[in-house]
């Protein structure tokens, strides 16, 4: 056959999506034929095929408009139906001269190609549907961590004031009632605080910033981490935190971060530990790598949460009044990645240890 062409045909269009052309028709993918003047119009609305072997001898068709229009003496057309039973289109082709088409082998290739369209049309389509859901659902995400990022910056400020209000009222002598309220304002102030800056940290790092620091050689860090202890004795008053530190030597390192680190660290074991068990702190230089560990007794993590333990949102069994977010130990080994060290957590019968590792100098 000289002329062969995949077409969409519709009520009111019939348009080339491919085609090959050895006797010069004159159609390339994208050309269109009036609909009415082709034998595919007749097809898309009976849902048959329809071949001739020769049009001049052919009863049906041989005073049919469209081969005296096109000048063609053979023709076979079939329907591309789609998966879902909706018409597309037709695989046809013509040519001038007469030709045995009406063959078990002729019909049965045709009616094979036309599936296999009909099964990569629906590849394509399912392809396209992926993509656009896909791109749509990425826009959302985007904008959603836009907005918690925003947001959090906001909230921020005035969780601040009110966390620095309530430490002003506590140092005011007055009545008791008052210094309880003000307590329970600090601890949940501070709570939100954290909470804040780890979602912060946590939409920066799904919009593609990550981690930021600013690594310098600090050679207060002892100060830094005795102040998160400070703070979180002042919200914990009536934990024991036994604390040994061997710090000789600058640590290059960004120390808000590693304070945050830390203060996730030993929010943590102040939580889940036993009330009258102390949690044990300790921080050291050795072989040119700064180790901070923080170890609490009570309850061993179970297996299925130790291989999750550092994922977002995973946030192992949780007690009554101990919800949040699932994300301080993400951000925490998120740190410790960026500073070219590990977080790691040995966790048995007896107590449970979480070990910062990263780099000295």
Not at 127 to 152: M, N, V, Y
Not at 207 to 231: N, P, Y
Request: with cysteine; charged share 20%; glycine share 8%.
């Amino acid at each position: 056959m000289g002329f062969a062409a995949i077409a969409r045909v519709t009520e009111e269009r019939w348009i080339t999506c491919s085609v090959r052309d050895e006797i010069l028709f004159g159609l390339t993918p994208g050309s269109e034929l009036k609909v009415e003047t082709t034998i595919c119009h007749e097809i898309r609305q009976s849902g048959n095929p329809v071949i001739i072997d020769h049009v001049a001898l052919d009863e049906s068709f041989r005073k049919h408009h469209t081969p005296a229009m096109y000048g063609f003496q053979s023709y076979i057309s079939v329907p591309i139906i789609r998966k879902d039973g909706t018409f597309f289109g037709t695989l046809c082709a013509i040519d001038p001269q007469p030709h045995k088409l009406e063959t078990p082998e002729v019909t049965g290739m045709f009616t094979l190609f036309a599936d296999l369209i009909s099964f990569h049309l629906q590849g394509i389509e399912q392809l396209q549907a992926s993509e656009g859901k896909l791109a749509e659902e990425r826009k959302t995400a985007e904008l959603r961590d836009q907005f918690i990022a925003i947001l959090g910056h906001d909230l921020l400020n005035p969780v601040g004031a009110t966390l620095n209000a309530a430490q002003l009222l506590l140092r005011i002598p007055g009545d008791e009632r008052v210094a309880r309220m003000a307590a329970i304002i600090q601890n949940s102030s501070y709570r939100m605080k954290g909470l804040i800056e780890n979602i912060l940290d946590f939409a920066r790092g799904r919009m593609g910033e990550g981690i930021t620091l600013v690594l310098k050689a600090d050679e207060q860090l002892r100060v830094t981490l005795s102040h998160v202890i400070t703070e979180l004795r002042i919200i914990w008053p009536d934990a024991k935190i036994e604390v040994q530190m061997n710090l000789d030597s600058p640590v290059y390192c960004d120390n808000k971060r590693i304070a945050q680190l830390f203060s996730n660290l030993l929010a943590n074991a102040l939580t889940h530990g036993k009330k009258d068990a102390p949690v044990k702190v300790t921080a050291l230089i050795s072989d040119r790598e700064f180790i901070l560990t923080v170890t609490n007794n009570g309850k061993k993590i179970p297996e299925a949460a130790m291989s999750r333990l550092f994922q977002p949102f995973s946030r192992g069994e949780v007690k009554p009044g101990q919800q949040g977010l699932g994300l301080g130990l993400y951000i925490s080994s998120e740190i410790a990645a960026a500073h070219g060290g590990s977080l790691s957590v040995n966790s048995t019968d007896e107590e449970t240890s979480f070990t910062l590792r990263i780099p000295a100098n």
